[in-house]
């Protein structure tokens, strides 16, 4: 049995998620039905981090299985010209180790949220941001998000259907730069509770609106009570940057 690592890109906009969902258009479902013309049979294909719907990546990374040696480029050619016609795109393949696992083997995820910061609705960007018409502080929110680095309990940031054991998280970095209009939020971790980057991403708009003082927003974090925390960001903004091996 083969191994292979697929690298892949997607606007999760008309997607229901990642995950194959009877009934639910979804990537996965997309990406093994492209993989069917070339490969003759339907193979599951495994991801670095499951997104929800709404969700992009830039850099998802998926394995997959198959008994014969494949042509990682012509099956790269080929998956592309099945999902041309949906904003999917198989961006690299290549055989790796069996103990490759993309879920697994990752030491670190990243991901970044994209605010767009004005009064006018985003057009080119529209379903690719979150507009937020009133000013925000970066650099307030920056320094505010400082006491989420290192092992916590995240409870404060965890949606009501997480299913993880554990509300401990350990947060390796945290980057918040501003480039005209847009504020990006970006996240380094091993592994997140689910919502827990869009949770994080609406207290720190209630810092940079200046809602919150920076103070408030540590005592909230350390009250590990959902109910005291900002909105959910919404899932437009939010984007699978990639994974570290």
């Keep these: 049995m083969n191994?292979?690592?697929?690298?892949?890109?997607?606007?999760?906009?008309?997607?229901h998620g990642w995950q194959?969902?009877?009934?639910?258009?979804?990537?996965?479902?997309?990406?093994?039905?492209?993989?069917?013309?070339?490969?003759?049979?339907?193979v599951a294909i495994n991801c670095a981090g499951r997104t929800d719907t709404g969700v992009h990546a830039l850099a998802q990374v998926a394995h997959f299985d198959f008994e014969k040696d494949i042509d990682c480029f012509r099956l790269q050619e080929c998956m592309n010209f099945y999902l041309q016609n949906v904003p999917i795109c198989i961006l690299s393949i290549e055989k790796v180790p069996n103990n490759f696992n993309a879920r697994l083997s990752a030491i670190e995820r990243s991901y970044v949220y994209k605010i767009l910061n004005r009064r006018a609705k985003p057009t080119i960007d529209a379903n690719r941001v979150w507009l937020v018409p009133i000013p925000l502080n970066e650099k307030k929110m920056l320094s505010a998000a400082q006491c989420l680095i290192g092992k916590h309990d995240f409870s404060t940031f965890?949606?009501?259907?997480?299913?993880q054991k554990t509300p401990i998280k350990t947060i390796n970095r945290i980057n918040i730069e501003r480039n005209g209009n847009i504020i990006e939020i970006t996240i380094f971790a091993k592994s997140f509770l689910y919502h827990q980057?869009?949770?994080?991403?609406?207290?720190?708009?209630?810092?940079?609106?200046?809602?919150?003082?920076?103070?408030?927003?540590?005592?909230?974090?350390?009250?590990?009570?959902?109910?005291?925390?900002?909105?959910?960001?919404?899932a437009c903004g939010l984007y699978f940057l990639g994974a570290r091996y």
């Design 3 to 15: 191994r292979y690592k697929i690298t892949v890109e997607y606007d999760g906009t008309p997607f």
């Design 158 to 163: 965890r949606a009501a259907g997480c299913q």
């Design 197 to 234: 980057v869009r949770n994080i991403v609406g207290s720190l708009k209630m810092v940079g609106c200046g809602k919150w003082t920076e103070e408030n927003f540590k005592e909230i974090f350390e009250a590990k009570n959902r109910n005291l925390a900002g909105p959910t960001a919404p």
């Design 20 to 42: 194959r969902q009877d009934g639910y258009d979804s990537v996965q479902q997309r990406i093994e039905e492209s993989m069917l013309p070339f490969l003759k049979k339907m």
